[in-house]
C-alpha cells in the first residue's frame, strides 16, 4: 500500500525542500504552497506597498490569501465580491474597504483610482468592470483560470491611460521560501477546515458550491483508518 503525496515519509532531494517555521500550524500552511505562493507572488511583482490601493476580486481560497497578505503589506484593501454577505469576513481578513460589484454605483466611486488589482476569480466575467477602475499605468493581474474565455476587453480602457492586464500562476522555491518566512513573520496563515480522508468526496462537492473557508486540509491520521478506497 503506498499513499503517493499522502505518505507520512517521503525521500527528496534538498534542493527541493522548503522550511515552514514551528510558529506556524502545519495544518493552516499547507494551502501556503498554493494558494499563498499565487497571489504573494503577483503581489511581489508588482511592488504593492504602503500607499497603494490594491482591489481583490473575489473571496475564495486565493481571495482570502490575497486580502491577508495586501493589508501584510501596508496597502489600502479593497475587497470586490458578488456577495453582500460576505462583506463582515472581508473586512475580519483585513480588508478596508468592500465593493459588491453589481452595484454599478458602487464601482463608479472607485473609477480611475486603484494602482493594482488582483483578480482570483476563476469564472469567465466582463473585465471592463476592473480595468476602468485603474489609475493611469495600472494593472489588473488575473490568476483565476475560467473553463472558457473572458469577453474581449475594450481597447480604449487600456489605451488611454496605458493600463495593463496580465497574468501570473505561481512562485518558485526562492519566492515560496521568501513567503513562507513573511507569514511566519506575521502569522498569517489559511482559514481551513481539517476533515478526515474518508469525507473527500464531500469535501470536493462541498468546494464546488463554494461551502468552504477557506481551504479543506486532509487529517493524515485518518489515512491509518481508511479502508473504503
Same mark, same amino acid.
Given at each position: 500500500m503506498t499513499y503517493g503525496g499522502y505518505s507520512n515519509q517521503i525521500v527528496v532531494d534538498q534542493r527541493f525542500v522548503l522550511h515552514i517555521s514551528d510558529s506556524l500550524d502545519p495544518a493552516a500552511a499547507a494551502p501556503l504552497l498554493c494558494a499563498g505562493i499565487t497571489t504573494y507572488s503577483p503581489l511581489r511583482h508588482w511592488q504593492v506597498g504602503p500607499g497603494d490601493k490594491v482591489g481583490i476580486v473575489g473571496l475564495g481560497g /486565493?481571495?482570502?490569501m490575497a486580502v491577508k497578505f495586501t493589508r501584510a503589506f501596508g496597502a489600502h484593501?479593497?475587497?470586490f465580491t458578488t456577495s453582500a454577505n460576505k462583506t463582515e469576513d472581508a473586512k475580519r481578513l483585513g480588508a478596508h474597504e468592500v465593493v459588491?460589484?453589481?452595484d454599478a454605483d458602487a464601482m463608479g466611486k472607485h473609477r480611475a483610482s486603484f494602482d493594482f488589482i488582483l483578480n482570483t476569480v476563476a469564472a469567465s466575467h466582463n473585465l471592463d468592470a476592473y480595468t476602468a477602475l485603474l489609475k493611469? @499605468?495600472?494593472t489588473l493581474c488575473l490568476v483565476g483560470v475560467p473553463d472558457h474565455a473572458h469577453p474581449s476587453p475594450a481597447v480604449g480602457n487600456l489605451i488611454f491611460k496605458r493600463r495593463s492586464i496580465a497574468g501570473s500562476l505561481i512562485g518558485g522555491l526562492k519566492e515560496t521560501q521568501e513567503m513562507l518566512d513573511f507569514c511566519a513573520q506575521h502569522q498569517i496563515t489559511a482559514d481551513i477546515e481539517i476533515i478526515? !480522508? #474518508? #469525507? !473527500?468526496?464531500?469535501?470536493?462537492e462541498r468546494m464546488l458550491k463554494s461551502d468552504v473557508k477557506y481551504r479543506f486540509? !486532509? @487529517? /493524515?491520521?485518518?489515512?491509518k483508518g481508511d479502508t473504503d478506497r
Amino acid at each position: 500500500m503506498t499513499y503517493g503525496g499522502y505518505s507520512n515519509q517521503i525521500v527528496v532531494d534538498q534542493r527541493f525542500v522548503l522550511h515552514i517555521s514551528d510558529s506556524l500550524d502545519p495544518a493552516a500552511a499547507a494551502p501556503l504552497l498554493c494558494a499563498g505562493i499565487t497571489t504573494y507572488s503577483p503581489l511581489r511583482h508588482w511592488q504593492v506597498g504602503p500607499g497603494d490601493k490594491v482591489g481583490i476580486v473575489g473571496l475564495g481560497g /486565493l481571495g482570502h490569501m490575497a486580502v491577508k497578505f495586501t493589508r501584510a503589506f501596508g496597502a489600502h484593501v479593497v475587497l470586490f465580491t458578488t456577495s453582500a454577505n460576505k462583506t463582515e469576513d472581508a473586512k475580519r481578513l483585513g480588508a478596508h474597504e468592500v465593493v459588491v460589484s453589481k452595484d454599478a454605483d458602487a464601482m463608479g466611486k472607485h473609477r480611475a483610482s486603484f494602482d493594482f488589482i488582483l483578480n482570483t476569480v476563476a469564472a469567465s466575467h466582463n473585465l471592463d468592470a476592473y480595468t476602468a477602475l485603474l489609475k493611469r @499605468d495600472g494593472t489588473l493581474c488575473l490568476v483565476g483560470v475560467p473553463d472558457h474565455a473572458h469577453p474581449s476587453p475594450a481597447v480604449g480602457n487600456l489605451i488611454f491611460k496605458r493600463r495593463s492586464i496580465a497574468g501570473s500562476l505561481i512562485g518558485g522555491l526562492k519566492e515560496t521560501q521568501e513567503m513562507l518566512d513573511f507569514c511566519a513573520q506575521h502569522q498569517i496563515t489559511a482559514d481551513i477546515e481539517i476533515i478526515p !480522508i #474518508q #469525507q !473527500i468526496n464531500e469535501a470536493y462537492e462541498r468546494m464546488l458550491k463554494s461551502d468552504v473557508k477557506y481551504r479543506f486540509v !486532509i @487529517d /493524515l491520521a485518518s489515512l491509518k483508518g481508511d479502508t473504503d478506497r
